[in-house]
């Protein structure tokens, strides 16, 4: 069993930086894919980034392209969202996600991939 718990998530301006975090614990979570995404009230939940396990290789959502930074921690039981020049269409609850398979973007994006979820953390973007 894998447990995701996400942290970071708060209130800021548009334009400003957050960094959320993702911890995993249960299993040897190097050997999983982690993603992020978010949900915006009364949307679908959209795919953000997702990581492989060497964290060599990277897909982000076309909204957050060029602002948004996806890494995994030293220890590879971390994975983080660096998020900068935000705006307020970010705003949403953004969830973090494990999943074994890896391939290309089309069928990374898809929430039916990941098996495991985090209960989210609330960003919020103020104009």
């Known amino acids: 069993q894998v447990q995701l718990v996400e942290s970071g998530g708060g209130l800021v301006q548009a334009g400003d930086s957050l960094r959320l975090s993702c911890a995993a614990t249960?299993?040897?979570?190097?050997?999983?894919?982690m993603g992020w995404f978010r949900q915006a009230p009364g949307k679908d939940r959209e795919f953000v980034a997702t990581?492989?396990?060497?964290?060599?290789?990277?897909y982000y959502g076309d909204s957050v392209k060029g602002r948004f930074t996806i890494s995994r921690g030293s220890a590879k039981n971390t994975v983080f969202l660096q998020m900068n020049s935000l705006k307020p269409e970010d705003t949403a609850v953004y969830y973090c996600?494990?999943?074994?398979?890896?391939?290309?973007?089309?069928?990374?994006?898809?929430?039916?991939?990941?098996?495991?979820w985090g209960q989210g953390t609330q960003v919020t973007v103020s104009s």
């Open positions: 249960g299993e040897t979570f190097s050997t999983y894919v």
């Open positions: 990581i492989n396990w060497s964290g060599i290789s990277t």
């Open positions: 996600a494990a999943t074994r398979s890896w391939g290309t973007q089309s069928i990374m994006t898809p929430t039916t991939l990941y098996n495991y």
